[in-house]
């Protein structure tokens, strides 16, 4: 990799869109006990953000295809940060509104810094998008502990413009970004080519399909882990305090090992990585409902190892298998793939264990995981001998 500043400047990028949905989320009770709404509401403020990026990312990727990257980019930070600020000057009851407009927003930015990296690391991408992720999780991490503080010392209404100011500073940082040498919007000449025929070019690539299908799993098992491991913990009569540390470890594995799998990656084989990753966090999966203490910690690490892996390496994969002139279009619509398996998971094991229990919950996810991966070996060798 020729040039380290410019996927940390992304990265950072990407730390907006994350930083920016779990501030507020985390403070979502206050603003409900504030304005007097139920749980129902705080349900539908999460889910509108996530909503927001499914319909938005593909869109706003293919439209950096035709009109550059680093400006479309640089319009969503825009949206993001004026969005942000505007809850200041409106009625507190639109809040469903401003939580849209930050999520339409941020999928401009994420989607296009995703697509960005890959444009300037034509080489070692792996590690390149290890780096990336990293940071861009770092805002789980660091959001939840920033949010509190500031609602604990101020009010809900303050964390909007602590939101703006992260996002100020990534865009003054991002116009620091050089050219990217490897971008080709200029690839389609015909000015009836519309963004919505890049979506539709991108979707009918038949060797994007099973990388597609690995990020859904492999986010359908983001949200399990993080969704319900909790539930677990609680069901094992742990307090706050142990559940909060047993995900802080999962955290730090997942962000950690992210950067390390894809420089592996890069050395050996992306496809063995990825399979390794997903066979990994599957077992983890099954094996959660089977353990307590310090067994259940070394599981719960093992899950987050396993999803890092597979996140980072199926950008990588994704974005070398990108047609020329759409490597926007394409990482937009890998990211909509990402945000339905992290809405499918909660809400697969969610009706599973409220019907049959927990442990089923956890072990029939595990295997529906699992069985996807001895599903899909067969086309990954033809993959590999492709892109690796």
């Known amino acids: 990799m020729r040039m380290i500043w410019p996927i ?20 979502l009770p206050v603003y409900a006990e504030q304005v007097g709404v139920g749980v129902a509401v705080i349900g539908l403020l999460i889910a509108v953000y996530d909503l927001a990026e499914i319909v938005a990312k593909p869109v706003f990727g293919a439209l950096a295809d035709r009109r550059g990257m680093k400006q479309t980019m640089l319009a969503g930070i825009g949206l993001f940060v004026a969005a942000s600020l505007a809850y200041l000057w409106i009625d507190p009851r639109l809040l469903l509104l401003i939580r849209f407009l930050q999520g339409v927003g941020a999928a401009a930015l994420s ?14 991408r792996g590690r390149a998008y290890g780096v ?38 990534a865009f003054g940082l991002s116009l620091l970004l050089p050219k990217a040498e490897g971008e080709e919007r200029k690839a389609f000449d015909d000015d009836d ?24 799993v492999n986010m359908f098992f983001v949200g399990i882990l993080f969704g319900f491991l909790p539930v677990r ?3 094992l009569g742990y307090d706050p305090l142990i559940s909060g540390l047993l995900l802080s470890a999962v955290t730090a594995s997942y962000l950690l090992i992210q950067p390390v799998a894809g420089a592996l990656a890069d050395r050996i084989s992306p496809a063995l990585t990825i399979r390794v990753g997903l066979g990994l966090s599957g077992v983890s999966i099954v094996l959660a409902p089977f353990v307590g203490g310090l067994p259940l910690l070394a599981v719960s690490i093992m899950a987050g190892i396993g999803v890092g892996t597979v996140w980072t390496n199926t950008d990588a994969l994704i974005s070398d298998l990108a047609q020329v ?29 409220q019907a049959f229990g927990l442990t089923v919950g956890f072990v029939l996810c595990g295997v529906l995981g699992l069985l996807s991966l001895g599903l899909l070996s067969t086309r990954w060798v033809a993959m590999e001998q492709t892109v690796g």
């Open 8 to 27: 940390l400047i992304l990265g950072f990028v990407g730390f907006v869109t994350s930083f920016g949905a779990h501030i507020v989320a985390v403070n």
């Open 132 to 169: 990336y992720n990293a940071i861009k999780g770092a805002g789980y991490v660091v959001s939840p502990i920033v949010g509190g503080a500031i609602v604990w010392r101020s009010d809900f209404a303050t964390i909007f413009p602590a939101a703006a100011a992260v996002g100020g500073v």
């Open 111 to 124: 989607a296009v810094s995703l697509a960005l990296v890959g444009t300037y690391a034509i080489e070692r």
């Open 233 to 235: 913990v609680h069901a």
């Open 193 to 216: 080519d519309l963004s919505l025929a890049g979506i539709v070019a991108v979707f009918r690539q038949p060797t994007l399909w099973p990388w597609y299908v690995v990020t859904v």
């Open 325 to 353: 002139g759409r490597l926007g279009a394409t990482m937009g619509v890998a990211g909509t793939f990402k945000e339905f398996g992290d809405m499918l998971g909660p809400l697969v094991i969610g009706v599973v264990s």
